[in-house]
């Protein structure tokens, strides 16, 4: 079974300015996809970003990047430019390739601050 | 809006209860997920159905049960409902391409808040 694990459980950044969040997971697999999910107070997760392991290039997604560290297994998700919008739940989440179910962290709270 | 409809929104019944939630994918999404998220065990995933068959389990209890019906509509059927039961219950909906792999990005539902008291 796959474990992710984000350590932090709380993280406030000023308006404007950078935070960065960590994920660490533990697979013996090598074909799988990584995603950064969103769940704003209004309940709705949302899908932020998505990376492939396969793929070396970082992705990005406008003011969302990921730092993806295969060999350490860490998946860290940066938000450039912080606003007040960002302001949610972030889980990170795993998938195996052809399994189709998201195994999650238990989540951090990122409170973007005026 | 991500094009996944539940309802109801949010449920308050009592223990030893039964109750039906529903879940429509978006338009073309063959495949539904259903996943509860609670305090204590986060999220977790339960049952995947595509196009009318179950395809796979998570930690699903014996109480709980789902089916996808011919217009691919979902139902989660909870019963013998306790107290711990209470969560947020998210349906997903995802395409899946020929070869049997999911366009990886799935789509959540707005999710239907349950109560038991």
């Known amino acids: 079974a796959q474990t992710v694990t984000q350590s932090q459980p709380e993280m406030s950044v000023q308006e404007a300015e950078t935070v960065t969040l960590s994920c660490t997971y533990d697979?013996?697999?090598?074909?799988?996809?990584l995603f950064w999910y969103k769940q704003p107070p209004s309940r709705q997760m949302i899908l932020v970003i998505r990376?492939?392991?396969?793929?070396?290039q970082n992705a990005t997604e406008n003011r969302f990047s990921v730092n993806f560290q295969k060999a350490a297994k860490s998946f860290s998700l940066k938000i450039s430019d912080s606003q007040l919008g960002d302001t949610a739940m972030y889980f990170c989440?795993?998938?195996?390739?052809?399994?189709?179910?998201?195994?999650f962290g238990a989540g951090t709270t990122v409170t973007v601050r005026a | 809006d991500s094009g996944v409809t539940q309802t109801p929104k949010h449920l308050i019944t009592a223990t030893g209860q039964r109750v039906t939630l529903r879940c429509s994918p978006r338009?073309?999404?063959?495949?539904v997920y259903w996943y509860q998220q609670s305090l204590d065990q986060g999220l977790q995933f339960l049952i995947h159905?595509?196009?009318?068959?179950?395809?796979a389990k998570g930690n699903i209890l014996e109480r709980f049960s789902a089916q996808q019906f011919p217009d691919l509509h979902s139902e989660l059927n909870l019963s013998s409902l306790e107290l711990g039961d209470s969560a947020l219950y998210f349906c997903?909906?995802?395409?899946?391409?020929?070869?049997?792999?999911?366009?990886?990005?799935?789509?959540f539902g707005q999710g239907t808040r349950l109560t038991v008291v």
């Open positions: 997903a909906s995802s395409v899946m391409d020929r070869r049997g792999w999911m366009n990886t990005e799935a789509f």
């Open positions: 697979t013996s697999e090598s074909n799988y996809y």
């Open positions: 990376q492939e392991a396969y793929k070396q």
């Open positions: 989440a795993f998938m195996k390739q052809g399994d189709y179910k998201l195994s």
């Open positions: 338009s073309g999404d063959l495949s």
């Open positions: 159905y595509y196009n009318g068959e179950e395809r």
